[in-house]
């Protein structure tokens, strides 16, 4: 009897006494663990999953944990300044014997289930070092929320003219004169050259109040 296994990516097909090395899985040597990912028995009755047969399963016995062949990999850069790298890579590697094929009742065997050891470990060490940012990051980004959730929500102050009204002033620029404790026509219209001067450098504009003529406007729309 045989079976089609699917493990790291791979499949391969074993039967009972088979040893084979498989891109790492979670144990130790002496331990027996459990595919259940079996594509395909054969033997006297060959049976096809869709895509796995349901209750079947393949054990084996962990002889090693190690390492593939070393592998060589170069980097390089086209272009009349061209840089290149070197990097190795070896793959992480068990090597198992196949002990059993079970066509059915896998799933109450009681056997650990094969895990691919590289995957999990990686898995656990992200969300385990991503967790502390992640709430760093959510603890740093509440108060901008709730100051951006209070500005918008805020009202205009109770009596004030509705400064858009002037040349050259949209709703950001109203919020700021606002924050700058102006919102009346009346007050604009009282502002004197130093006045002018104070605005235009808080406001970066330069001349512009006095181009723009916001006092003269100031004292026509304070008239009503």
Do not use: C
């Amino acid at each position: 009897m045989f079976a089609v296994v699917k493990t790291g990516g791979k499949q391969y097909k074993v039967a009972s006494g088979d040893v084979l090395k498989i891109e790492k899985i979670a144990g130790n040597a002496g331990e027996t663990v459990q595919f259940n990912e079996v594509l395909m028995l054969g033997g006297d009755k060959t049976t096809v999953g869709a895509p796995t047969v349901e209750g079947a399963g393949v054990q084996a016995e962990i002889l090693e944990q190690g390492k593939g062949p070393k592998v060589i990999n170069y980097v390089k850069r086209r272009r009349k300044h061209s840089s290149q790298r070197k990097k190795g890579h070896r793959q992480q590697l068990t090597v198992l014997r196949i002990t059993d094929i079970l066509a059915s009742g896998a799933d109450k065997s009681g056997v650990t289930a094969a895990v691919n050891g590289a995957g999990f470990v990686a898995t656990a060490a992200v969300a385990e070092a991503a967790a502390p940012k992640k709430a760093k990051a959510e603890k740093k980004a509440a108060p901008k929320a709730a100051k951006k959730s209070e500005a918008k929500a805020a009202p205009a102050a109770e009596g004030a003219d509705d400064l858009k009204k002037l040349s050259g002033v949209g709703p950001a620029l109203e919020k700021k004169l606002h924050a700058a404790g102006v919102t009346t026509f009346a007050q604009i219209a009282g502002w004197g050259a130093d006045d002018i001067a104070e605005f235009d450098e808080k406001l970066s504009f330069k001349g512009r109040i006095e181009r723009e003529g916001w006092v003269d406007q100031a004292k026509d729309l304070a008239k009503g």
